[in-house]
T-cell receptor
């Protein structure tokens, strides 16, 4: 396993269209996270799953955003009716549920860059 | 998450040590201090974490103040590949997510 894989790496879309991103985590990891990052800012937490259960969802996540992890493996993040403000890098990360001695080690993918025209 | 304060940017010369500071005066007793870094065009990566005592690994050292209100990430010999944004993060006890601030952008000069 080579790490967290995200597809597509780049997506250009017109305002109002729907887009979907896919994340394949490291195979034995049961936690999966989605973050969004805009230029000059740190990553913003969006949501995370443990297995197939969505345990937390940020208030930043409007109802146009939905994430799923149906079988506890890969995950999809869908954005409906995209707006220009959705342009960002969408990062996925995975981890094991509990690391040793307080270690919270998330392994990030290289991200999916969305440009909304 | 407990609030952290980091300088926006720092510069270093190649092969010199770098000390990246982080203030976290509202830290609680169970908060572990984590450091991540983000290289250009990549996702963040774990660097090191600690609770009370200083920690070393192959990437860096973490020096934690006795009162735990501040910590310092130490890169012993900076290389050009260490140029990145470094994030100091304190997940609240029991929290399973990382909340990133703006971090410190480290520039390494040849």
């Amino acid at each position: 396993d080579t790490g967290v894989s995200q597809n597509p790496r780049h997506k250009i879309t017109k305002r109002g269209q729907n887009v979907t991103f896919r994340c394949d985590p490291i195979s034995e990891h049961n936690r999966l996270y989605w973050y969004r990052q805009t230029l000059g800012q740190g990553p913003e937490f969006l949501t995370y799953f443990q297995n197939e259960a969505q345990l937390e969802k940020s208030r930043l996540l409007s109802d146009r955003f939905s994430a799923e992890r149906p079988k506890g493996s890969f995950s999809t993040l869908e954005i409906q009716r995209t707006e220009q403000g959705d342009s960002a890098m969408y990062l996925c990360a995975s981890s094991l549920a509990s690391g040793p001695r307080g270690r919270l080690e998330l392994f990030f993918g290289e991200g999916s860059r969305l440009t909304v025209l | 998450d407990a609030k952290t304060t980091q300088p926006n940017s720092m510069e270093s010369n190649e092969e010199e040590p770098v000390h990246l500071p982080c203030n976290h005066s509202t830290i609680s007793g169970t908060d572990y201090i984590h450091w991540y870094r983000q290289l250009p065009s990549q996702g963040p990566e774990y660097v090191i974490h600690g609770l009370t005592s200083n920690v070393n690994n192959r990437m860096a050292s973490l020096a934690i103040a006795e009162d735990r209100k501040s910590s310092t990430l130490i890169l012993h010999r900076a290389t050009l590949r260490d140029a990145a944004v470094y994030y100091c993060i304190l997940p609240q006890g029991g929290s399973e997510k990382l909340v990133f601030g703006k971090g410190t952008k480290l520039t390494v000069n040849p």
